[in-house]
Structure formats: C-alpha cells, structure tokens
C-alpha cells in the first residue's frame, strides 16, 4: 500500500473531474482566463502526476479575447465513451450584474495526447456542463441553470439528451434537481452504480462553507432523493483542518475496485486566511455501506493529507524543469499567456539573442493582448527568478518579474525608460503595486547607470514577498518594501470594493513586456528559474 499526498495537484487546479481508462487515470481542471484552455493531467497510480498538455490550444476552439478576469473556462468535464474522448466546457464572457453570458461547447478525440476536434456548440442556460454516458447507449448533458430573476443565480440542475451521432440536444430540458438547503447548487456529475444513479453536486460557494453533495435516483430524470448525512466531503466544520473549502467533486473506482473522490481544496496560509496558492486538487477514500450510499472512509468528513492507494503500482512521473536556459530550452507545459496563444508574433525563441523574446504589447490591465507568460504559484515559500536585456526608449516601454492575481492585483518588478524625447534614454528600476486597479510605486525608483542585463528576483514567502536586482549574477540586492504578496488570492479579491468579483484562480509568476506607445518594443530574457525551498 502506498500513500499519496494532498493536494496532488498544487496551485490553482480547481474544479476536477477524472475518468479512468483501463490503468490510466485523467483529470481535466479549469483555466479560466489563462490559455491554453483546460489542463490534463495524467497518472497511473494516483500518487504521482503530471500536466499532459492543454485540450484546448486555439482561437477557434477558445476565444476568450475581452473576458473579464476569473472567467472563460469553467469546470470543463471529461469523458470516455466508446474509444473516445469527450470534454465539455464553459466559456464565461461577462460575469457583473444578474445576467451571466455563459455559452457551453464540447471538443472530442480518440487521442487524449493529441488534436481535439473542432468545437460544437451546445447551450447557454448556465455553466459547469457535464456529460452522463448511460449503460443503454444514450447519452445526458446537465448543467447548471442560471436564474438571473432577483440575483438568484442558482437556479438548480437541468438536463437534456445528447445525440453523439449528430452531436445535437434533442428532447426537452428537464429540471432533476432544485439543490439543498446548503445553496449554490452546481458542478454537477452523474454516476450509475447498482439500481441507482447518483447526483453529485458542489454546494454552499466557493468558500469556507464548500462541499459535495450527493442524491440518487432510480430514473435518470428522477426524483433525486438527498443523501441522510449530506455533505459527504466538507471541512467547514473543521477550520483548522489542512485542506479547506473542499467541495466541486467527483467519483471514481479503480481497476482493483475501491472508491475514491477527487475535489477541489485550498491550503490557507493561517486558519481560514488567504489562499496564495488558490484552489487545487485533492482525493480521499470512499466507501458504499448498506445503504448504498456513499461515505469518507475515515468518517470525518473533513479530507486528509495523506491517503491511502490500495493495490497500485507507484510510477513516478517525468516533470518539467523548474530551470529553463532559453539558450537551449524552450518553455514548459507549466507556462501559459492570458486570454490568448501563444504565437511569433508577440513570444519566440530568438537563437541569436540565446533568449526568450517578448514582443511589447498591452498594459497588466488589459483584457485583450498582454506580452506576459506565467507559471502557477504551487507552494506557500517559492523564489522565482529571471535575467532581462531591454533597451526603453520611453517610460511607456516596461519589461521584468510580475507577481499576477488578476488585472486589478499584482506587483511589478521592471526596467522603464526616461521620459519621452529624452535623448540620454535612461534605465530605471522600479516597482507597480496594484490594488485594487490602484496602481503605487512603493519605493523610488533606481537609475540604472549600465546598459547590461539586469537579474531579477521575486522571494514570496506566505504572505511576504521580497523583491531583488543584480547586475552581477548572484549579487542580489534588496530592492524595495516587503510587499503583501497575500492580495494575490481569492480571499482578498473577493472583497473588492465594487462588489463580489469573480476570483477563483491563484497566484502566477512570469516575464513580461508592454509598450504603451505601439511601437512594438522587444525584451530578451536569457533564463528562467522557479524554485520551492520549503517544499510545501
């Protein structure tokens, strides 16, 4: 018997869904606003895991250019029926207000490793869609449905048959589940075990208060009736629990026959305090008593941090480099860019620069066309550093180490120009906080008195994060505050002063370039390196 460890998928892996196929085990987690859309994750053994690439690499199959921020890709499914793959997902184009614009496709293939299928456009009656494959061949598309009559938003679960021969909706939408008492009724999955099938659903929001509700049915459209001991996973009861705001689940059975859940969880940095890592994944034991429903194995419905995997072999996975000398390497499966693809005309390998090179384009608060590449924050102590050859001839051109929430939350550690016509063209080192679309410069800026490469590094440890500069390698300096890096996180966001915001990502780290002029200025980073000393 060996024993995993939660979270197994660590920084900003929300909203899991698995499907086992033979010995192979997949999870689809949401993106949101970053592209590509909806990561794979592949594993043999539950223990150990690795990103297998993103489902959803272009503009046809995922426009999210103009989305405001935490939106685009929510809670995507995947599925296996008949030798092939199925994803289904939501592509959220505007959030404030009653009204939510939530279009729901899905993309196919016989390849989980290769090219998805064109998209096919389903519905716009809510998000978080899921497909239900039955023994009898036909196949279900739920979701949630969005009431927007009084802010409801919740307006419980709906249902309709899917045709996969014509990849059409056919028959009537049909309503199978109003929720509980609990509230917030999405994220829904259905399982057939026995004489039943069950309705697995995330209640109570994304908070505190989240967890997974299950109710089963003896017909697919119905009445569902309410697990006795309903949640089956949560930790709202146990605020000083590791793994908190557990809920958005799913079940499985693996080959040798035992059950487990997999969930979305986050790791506070204090007892219900902020989550710099965001929300992640985590899997706990399940159990079918007498009668027939399902239970936590351990009885506390609060998940652990290690789990016991019954009756597989270990196979550690291959992982990308946390070092990437872009003289020879490229970027990893761990990088991804915002609401666009990557593509030359704006980030390429540049041989004769031995560099990474990005191309300037919009602000940090743009919703269309940002230079700016980034990897998730997967630890509570991480140091992530980088090496940066810019020339700026206006203070409109910046390029360095950005520290990423949302376009209303993030530092900026960067190298500026003088003012405009300023023959000279001086260098400055500076820093952009930004707070609540509050922009500061928390320390004066620094004349740089060479034109050499500047190293820059960000050392974000819980809720403190420390910036540095060198013009030697490994001669750091200090270089202004320490900044509260704890605003890069749901908790904080979501107490915007306009209102509840959409905030359910976590913090990212990467290299960036803007020129505010249009003038296309380029930026040359020769490395990047990401690294956890604490190891959580």
């Known amino acids: 018997m060996s024993m995993l460890q939660n979270p197994i998928l660590r920084g900003f892996n929300p909203d899991p869904n698995i499907v086992r196929v033979n010995n192979d085990y997949y999870i689809a987690t949401s993106t949101f606003e970053w592209f590509g859309g909806v990561q794979i994750h592949h594993s043999t053994d539950l223990v150990n895991w690795r990103v297998i690439g993103q489902a959803l690499n272009t503009v046809e199959q995922l426009d999210m250019r103009g989305v405001p921020d935490s939106c685009g890709v929510w809670a995507p499914q995947l599925s296996y029926n008949n030798g092939r793959f199925y994803l289904v997902y939501t592509n959220v184009k505007s959030f ?15 390849d989980i490793t290769g090219n998805w299928s064109q998209t096919t456009y389903l519905n716009s009656s809510g998000f978080d869609p899921s497909i239900f494959h039955d023994d009898n061949g036909k196949s279900y598309l739920l979701n949630m449905l969005v009431d927007h009559r009084n802010n409801a938003l919740f307006g419980g679960i ?17 309503p199978i589940f109003s929720g509980t008492e609990l509230g917030c009724t999405e994220g829904p999955h259905i399982l057939k075990r026995g004489d039943y099938y069950y309705l697995i659903t995330a209640e109570g929001g994304t908070g505190y208060e989240h967890c997974i509700s299950v109710a089963r049915a003896k017909n697919v459209f119905g009445p569902y009736q309410v697990h006795p001991h309903n949640p089956i996973i949560t930790a709202a009861h146990e605020p000083s629990n590791a793994l908190q705001k557990c809920g958005h689940g799913d079940f499985f059975q693996t080959q040798n026959g035992a059950w487990y ?10 007892e219900r305090g902020r989550c710099i890592t965001g929300r992640e994944t985590g899997i706990e034991q399940i159990i079918w008593k007498d009668d027939d429903w399902p239970y936590a194995k351990h009885t506390n419905k609060a998940p652990r941090i290690h789990v016991p995997v019954e009756g597989l072999t270990l196979n550690p996975q291959p992982q990308p480099s946390t070092k990437i000398d872009f003289s020879n390497d490229g970027l990893t499966v761990d990088f991804q860019s915002l609401r666009i693809p990557m593509c030359k005309s704006w980030v390429y390998k540049n041989t004769q620069k031995a560099s990474l090179t990005l191309v300037g384009k919009e602000s940090l608060s743009s919703l269309h066309q940002q230079s700016f590449i980034a990897r998730r924050v997967q630890a509570h102590h991480t140091v992530s550093s980088t090496c940066v050859n810019f020339a700026p001839s206006s203070f409109q051109q910046m390029a360095g180490l950005v520290c990423y929430y949302n376009t209303a939350h993030y530092y900026y550690l960067h190298i500026s120009g003088g003012d405009v016509g300023d023959e000279t063209t001086p260098r400055y080192l500076n820093i952009i906080s930004c707070d609540k679309y509050q922009t500061s410069t928390p320390v004066a800026p620094l004349l740089l008195k060479t034109n050499k490469p500047v190293y820059l590094k960000a050392d974000f440890n819980g809720a403190q994060l420390q910036f540095y500069y060198a ?16 605003i890069l996180s749901d908790d904080y966001v979501q107490q915007s002063p306009q209102g509840y915001r959409p ?24 490395f990047f390196n990401y690294d956890e000393p604490s190891g959580e």
């Open 158 to 174: 709906v249902m309709q048959e899917l045709c996969l021969k014509t990849n059409k909706l056919i028959g009537d939408v049909k």
């Open 96 to 110: 404030d207000g009653p009204y939510k614009d939530t279009p729901n496709y899905f993309v196919s293939t016989t």
């Open 503 to 526: 905030c359910f990502t976590g913090a990212f780290v990467g290299m960036a370039c803007q020129d505010l002029s249009g003038k296309n200025k380029e930026a040359h980073f020769s």
């Open 261 to 270: 859940t997999v969930f979305l969880t986050s790791r506070p940095l204090t």
């Open 471 to 486: 013009t030697e390698k490994s001669c750091w300096i200090k270089f202004g505050p320490v900044l509260d890096g704890s």
